[in-house]
């Protein structure tokens, strides 16, 4: 198998094996959704390797950028996130071989490393290359009806998206400053990003309300028999002020589109809620020499985090 980085012209042969390999799906292997990825980033371009037999594309692996910080320092990040091997070529290796081959080249970049969130069926292979499992994410679920009561009798409000870009990145300066001193892990948000993350998503369907102080992204994800309400980001210049009516236009939305349960990483947001490690498996391959941080990082208490910084997409 060669082995090459991608090119510009390589993109309608990649996204013709990932649906060959992976099938549209819920979310369609569009080159708008490829675009939106791996080139629109506004940490920067994925790193994208491919595999070929002769001239027939066989083989995708895409890791895409991210910045982590802690305290001062950010650090480059990749997800591991779209993969595809060509159906007739299954159990050749090509999985395994190209992603082994994607460490080796970023970590010859800088110092960084590889974080995601894979399933149950995708977890072992990760894991036979290195990985190493952090801890099932704690999320914060608050039933809907335990607020029925303080809905029905508090005053409708009528928030609308109305931040500007530059008072946005004001408090995303805030937001960072504030989780800097912690010195805990946290992705360092901005407008550019915000807007990249909620905003522009041709995957997922984001609702965004703001004031002059805080920006709040969420959606709801249907379920068979119930509908979730998931809070992707909260950004705010003052929490301890803020809060109450992030929370009250949380609960509003939530009643409006029936939805039974909120999910949320805050868990001081709600004080009628169960908190526990509900979330997915954070995985985690330090390509790095600082053991400071590594040691740091396999604790999940350690991680600052939003929903929309783990969640797959």
Not at 28 to 34: D, G, L
Not at 111 to 116: A, G, H, M, T
Not at 202 to 227: E, G, I
Not at 234 to 256: E, G, V, Y
């Amino acid at each position: 198998m060669i082995v090459r980085k991608s090119e510009s012209s390589d993109k309608s042969a990649m996204i013709d094996l990932l649906k060959l390999s992976l099938g549209e799906g819920i979310l369609k292997k569009s080159e708008q959704v490829w675009n939106y990825k791996h080139e629109q980033n506004p940490f920067g371009a994925s790193y994208v390797l491919l595999g070929f037999e002769e001239t027939v594309l066989i083989g995708i692996r895409a890791f895409m950028q991210w910045r982590w910080q802690k305290g001062e320092q950010i650090w480059t990040a990749y997800r591991a996130v779209d993969t595809a091997t060509h159906p007739n070529h299954q159990g050749k290796g090509i999985f395994k071989k190209l992603t082994l081959q994607a460490l080796d080249d970023v970590a010859q970049k800088s110092e960084c490393f590889i974080f995601n969130t894979p399933n149950e069926k995708s977890r072992p292979g990760y894991l036979k290359m290195g990985w190493e499992i952090i801890e099932a994410i704690p999320i914060a679920i608050v039933p809907v009806p335990f607020y029925a009561i303080s809905n029905l009798f508090s005053q409708k409000l009528e928030v609308e998206h109305i931040i500007s870009p530059s008072r946005l990145d004001e408090i995303c300066t805030f937001h960072n400053n504030r989780l800097s001193k912690k010195n805990g892990i946290f992705t360092p948000k901005s407008a550019a990003y915000l807007k990249w993350r909620y905003e522009d998503n041709p995957m997922q369907d984001y609702t965004v309300f703001s004031n002059d102080d805080w920006y709040l992204a969420l959606y709801c994800k249907k379920h068979r028999f119930f509908n979730e309400l998931r809070i992707g980001d909260i950004i705010s210049a003052n929490p301890s002020l803020d809060c109450r009516l992030i929370r009250k236009t949380i609960m509003q939305f939530a009643f409006k589109n029936k939805c039974l349960i909120v999910t949320v990483a805050d868990k001081s947001l709600f004080g009628l809620r169960f908190f526990g490690k509900f979330g997915p498996k954070l995985t985690f391959k330090p390509l790095t020499k600082d053991t400071v941080f590594i040691k740091s990082a396999m604790d999940i208490k350690n991680w600052n985090y939003n929903l929309g910084d783990l969640e797959l997409f």
